[in-house]
Each structure stands twice: as C-alpha cells, then as structure tokens.
C-alpha cells in the first residue's frame, strides 16, 4: 500500500489538508478530496489543497473545495502553504501567480488586483458592482469583487443577525453568479470590519482570506474605510491593504497542526 504523507494547517481556524506532490506525483479526483475532506469518515478540512512541480513559479497550488469542486484561489491556504514552505516564494494558482513573504511570526500575500467588473466576477449580466440593484430578502444592494474567485459582499447593522447559514447557499447558487458566489456579510466597528463568509462548495467557515480581501476592497470602494484595515472573523483578524488601482495585501497568521500519512 502507498501511503501518503499530507499535513493539517489552518489559518484562523480555516483548515487545510496539504499534500506535497512537487517530487512525487499524486493523481487525486474530486471524489477522493471530498471523501478526504469529510469530518466523520476522512480527515476533515474546508479546502484540499496539492503542491504540484510549476514552470512559472516556485509551486502550482491545486484547491479542492469540500465538496469536490475546484477553486481557483484561496487567501488562507495561500499563507499556508508558504509557511510550509518556511522561505518567501511564488504560487502559481488558478487566478494567476501571488507572491508570498514571511516575517515576524506572519505571512503576507500579494493577492494581486481585485477584478471589479461585472464580467470579471463573473455576473450573468451587465450591472454597476459598487451598487448592485439586487437583493434577497433582508440582504440588498450588495457589492462584487473576484479575487480570482467571486464574491458578493453586504454591508449589514449585525453580521451576526444574518441567517447565512440559509441565506448563503440560496445566494450561492442564484442564476446571477454562473459559477456560484461567495457570501459576505460585513459591519463596521471602531476597531476595523467584522465578517462572516458562506464559501462556495464549503459552506460557514471560521475564516476566508479572498473574503477578508474583497470585503475590504468593497468597503475602501465605498469610502467606508482606508486601507490598512483590520477584519475580524470568527477564527480570528487579518489585516487587509489595498489602494484603489493596485494590488491587495493580505497579512495573517497560520498554525501547523500535525503530519500524518494515508493510505489513498
């Protein structure tokens, strides 16, 4: 039997099952990441993520999402697997390179520039992405940002008031997002943003780096604050920077859990 060697990580508690394929290849299906993924008859994680050999950059990152599907981008596991990677490289990723540097107990990441049109998110149809004109429910007017994966945001009185748990999946997969959305819910407080994210194909999850990053470019957008800004999620803070024009910083901590190895 082949077994396999992977790591647990989290950043902020959005956790990460990692396997290291630069040296010796690994054929995984979406089938297989999602029953690795399952928290009573796998290992359990939100994303599967694969260090494949890259001809652009230092590593390419695969991004399995919990439920099998594939994913472009991901702020958290990005952190993570420059941690594993303990030296400052470049990812080649599904929504282009970033760059990744470590300093101080902390990785930032270069997340590149947020794509703010209505075809980059990508919408079903032409509408401003500042001011959406649309809305479910008590959830309105909401503003879109890719961050290599899309994202709609809304600004809120209480993020905690929300019924994401049933809003989120309704706005996932509305016809407006063809290849489903992220859900964000925001409010400002003295101390930064607070944020609770419905991710595509995971569902609540503690933390959302691309969501920490296009909440804030929605914010910055809306003159709500300036960048740096710190956002608070349930596992724990990023902190955020951005300029209108160019790329998004983010900056976090991440947490090695353990090494273990599977039989795949």
Avoid at 141 to 169: K, Q
Wanted: net charge negative; charged share 20%; glycine share 12%.
């Amino acid at each position: 039997m082949a077994q396999h060697r992977f790591h647990k990580m989290h950043g902020l508690g959005n956790d990460f099952v990692i396997f290291d394929a630069r040296e010796h290849d690994l054929a995984l299906s979406g089938d297989q990441a999602r029953a690795l993924a399952d928290r009573h008859r796998g290992i359990g994680c939100d994303q599967l993520i694969v260090m494949r050999p890259s001809q652009r950059a230092d590593f390419f990152m695969q991004i399995f999402n919990q439920d099998g599907s594939e994913a472009a981008a991901c702020g958290n596991a990005t952190r993570c697997v420059v941690a594993l990677a303990g030296r400052d490289v470049t990812i080649e990723t599904g929504a282009g390179l970033l760059g990744g540097t470590m300093a101080d107990g902390a990785v930032t990441i270069d997340m590149g520039l947020p794509g703010l049109d209505w075809n980059a998110i990508p919408l079903a149809y032409a509408m401003d992405t500042l001011t959406m004109p649309v809305g479910w429910e008590d959830l309105a007017d909401p503003v879109a940002v890719s961050m290599g994966n899309p994202h709609v945001i809304f600004f809120v009185a209480d993020t905690h008031a929300v019924e994401l748990d049933r809003l989120g999946p309704l706005i996932e997969h509305d016809p407006l997002f063809p290849e489903r959305v992220n859900v964000n819910v925001a409010h400002l407080a003295d101390d930064g943003l607070h944020l609770r994210v419905w991710e595509r194909g995971a569902g609540l999850t503690q933390a959302c780096g691309t969501g920490a990053c296009a909440t804030a470019v929605a914010a910055i957008r809306r003159k709500l604050v300036t960048g740096p800004v710190p956002v608070h999620l349930p596992g724990g803070t990023l902190i955020i920077d951005w300029q209108p024009g160019g790329h998004v910083q983010m900056t976090g901590p991440t947490t090695h859990v353990f090494t273990g190895e599977i039989d795949l």
